[in-house]
């Protein structure tokens, strides 16, 4: 499992401490497949992205390196 702070900061990490990860404040990090169109604006938010107008495979493409 992977994740996540901010797009930015990834861990793989086992499943006895994802506990501990989640509560700092991490989430899980998924597919390209399974990320919806509204995670993806929130992660372009997040990182500064005008995702303004932008269809989903434009707005993967500019985010691909935070997820």
């Known amino acids: 499992m992977k994740l996540t702070m901010n797009g930015i900061i990834v861990i793989e990490e086992n499943p006895i401490c994802i506990d501990v990860y989640l509560r700092s404040g991490f989430v899980e990090v ?18 500064g992205i005008n995702s303004h107008g932008m269809n989903k495979d434009a707005l993967l493409e500019a985010i691909k390196e935070f997820i």
């Open 30 to 47: 998924k597919d390209a497949e399974e990320i919806t169109y509204a995670d993806m604006k929130r992660i372009a938010k997040e990182n």
